[in-house]
């Protein structure tokens, strides 16, 4: 049997769109979905990342992968020290939070700019194409979508069958009641806050490739990412964002291959307005509601 | 675990604003005691279990268990001394299974050195007197209110404490779970748990407790055997001719 060339760039579309989603999101499903911090600089974590990359790859000559797992935890160690020093006397005031993340993205992108001029020259995509039909298909997108993947089931993983993911989960929770058992909460939070920063940095070096490496890339990560947690919801950040990755891409994807990507965008940006006025909560809260009801319903 | 005192307070103080919570409080609980602290709302009952752990900071005073100073000592470091506290309102992960829940302290089991089969044995007291089964997966938000009050008080007991503050485990029980909870209490500390319970219940109090502490004002009022406590006038203006 042989697939139709414009069912198959379909798919291949749906899967570019929902794992750009899922890792533009990747550190704030974290920071924002469990530490509920409204972190405006995660676009410019994910910058940090895309430039240690870069300079780890084009400059230090590491090879990419390599590269990658040096962004991972340089920005992570960036992120212990600003939770150390700043972000931690702002926990559970969100207004705080949020002025003092986003003057942090101001001296970042600033600071980057100063540093290293208005734009640095980029990472080549590693890879070759595939070409079926009139379509082409990206070898690094392909691996993308597959790195998307194995992130989704290690943060699983890691949230669900460690003791840190355990001791994080209570202490997001009720800090308190995890105190009163002996969760060291201040570490919950430093590594926490960390493994968010880490994510995004690594989400910036992976998408460093496909983007133009400047000071203020990491602007074009802050709409989709916010929107991909927050349609999502807290109730289970993972699954959430996962949800919200496929189902945004699901409408975004055939709607922009029809009528251009700017319409595309147009129309995410809708669905996530319906969904949300529709689940308030997100996505995973409303899985989470349908889910009780079901067990409910077979207890009785 | 050594000590002449399991958990000691020397003049321990803390003002919120211009409210007094703890003014010089001195309490010592002996291994083994279960001991009851009683009061009006608004005495400090709660702040001082709070001080007792470390999730306040007292002002001044210090705080002992078994005999090593803990005032400067995080919470989850005093924990780790054999101390557990449950909180008045029920605190269990509503979100988290029954089992997850139980496995949350678990990670401390290996910083004690001794009482291993003691803490075991008490925690399967208060699972199968409070009817729970620790391989539950249901989520607990889906637990009748008294079962997650009997929740948390096994939650503290999986870290395998020999010391446990428990504010009001009765609060919004029936007169039988309010037993049972009496009954289970009692049985903990006929295995050597030292507990020291903050109730308002007096028919619960005077089922469990050999001791009596009165707070009013962030002050220790009295202390003494329930006989003696029930009967002073004095305590029965502040607190006990209100309630009861």
């Known amino acids: 049997m042989e697939l139709d060339p414009l069912a198959l760039s379909l798919i291949y579309q749906f899967g570019t769109n929902a794992a750009f989603l899922f890792l533009a999101a990747l550190g704030l499903i974290v920071i924002l979905g469990m530490m509920n911090i409204i972190n405006l600089a995660h676009g410019e974590l994910m910058m940090m990342g895309a430039y240690v990359a870069t ?9 990419f992968p390599l590269a990658v797992v040096v962004s991972f935890f340089s920005v992570a160690l960036f992120g212990t020290v600003l939770e150390l020093l700043i972000v931690r006397r702002f ?50 997108w392909l691996v993308l979508i597959g790195i998307s993947i194995a992130l989704v089931i290690g943060l699983y993983w890691l949230y669900r069958y460690t003791k840190y993911g355990l001791q994080a989960r209570a202490t997001m929770q009720n800090a308190e009641m995890a105190k009163a058992l002996g969760v060291p909460t201040s570490r919950v939070y430093t590594l926490t806050f ?3 920063a880490g994510l995004a940095g690594l989400s910036g070096a992976l998408l460093a490739p496909t983007s133009t490496i400047a000071p203020f890339m990491g602007q074009q990560f802050v709409a989709p990412a916010f929107i991909t947690v927050v349609v999502g919801g807290a109730a289970n950040v993972i699954s959430g964002a996962v949800g919200s990755s496929v189902l945004l891409s699901a409408i975004k994807t055939p709607i922009g291959m029809a009528f251009g990507a700017f319409l595309g965008t147009v129309a995410l940006l809708v669905a996530a307005l319906i969904i949300i006025r529709i689940m308030p909560n997100g996505i995973s809260a409303t899985i989470q509601k349908l889910m009780d009801r079901r067990r409910a319903a077979s207890i009785s | ?46 702040t001082l ?14 705080i002992f268990i078994h005999e090593h100073n803990v005032t400067q000592m995080q919470p989850f470091k005093r924990i780790r001394l054999g101390v557990g506290l449950t909180f008045q309102t029920t605190r269990a992960f509503q979100d988290l299974s029954v089992r997850r829940n ?9 910083v004690y050195k001794e009482g291993h089969q003691r803490g075991a044995k008490r925690l399967q007291i208060a699972l199968e007197g409070f009817g729970l089964d620790p391989s539950d997966d249901t989520r607990a938000g889906e ?44 049985q903990l500390n006929a295995h050597g748990l030292t507990i020291v319970v903050v109730e308002h219940d007096m028919h619960f109090v005077k089922s469990v407790a050999e001791k009596v502490t009165v707070l009013h004002q962030g002050r220790i009022f009295m202390e003494g055997n329930v006989a003696e406590v029930t009967a002073n006038e004095d305590v029965k203006k502040i607190y006990l001719g209100h309630a009861h």
């Open chain 1, 55 to 63: 300079i780890a790859h084009n400059q230090a000559g590491l090879p």
């Open chain 1, 91 to 140: 926990y559970g005031r969100e207004l705080g939070a949020l002025v003092v993340t986003w003057g942090l993205s101001l001296v970042l992108g600033q600071g980057t700019f100063l540093v290293f001029g208005p734009f640095m020259p980029a990472i080549k995509i590693p890879g070759g194409s595939y070409s079926y039909g009139s379509f082409s298909f990206s070898e690094y």
């Open chain 1, 194 to 196: 960390s493994l968010g």
């Open chain 2, 1 to 46: 675990m050594n000590g002449k005192f399991a958990l000691e307070a020397r003049n321990v103080s803390k003002h919120f604003g211009g409210v007094i919570a703890a003014s010089e409080v001195n309490l010592q609980v002996s291994p083994g005691e279960l001991r009851c602290i009683i009061g009006p709302n608004g005495a400090g009952k709660s």
């Open chain 2, 49 to 62: 279990f709070a001080l007792l752990c470390g999730i306040q900071r007292a002002e001044s005073g210090d």
């Open chain 2, 102 to 110: 139980l496995a949350i302290p678990n990670p401390n089991l290996a």
């Open chain 2, 143 to 186: 637990l009748p209110h008294h079962k997650l009050q009997w929740l948390a008080i096994s939650m503290v007991l999986a870290g395998y404490p020999d010391t446990v503050l428990i504010d009001e485990p009765t609060a919004g029980m029936s007169r039988d779970e309010t037993d049972r909870t009496t009954e289970v209490l009692k």
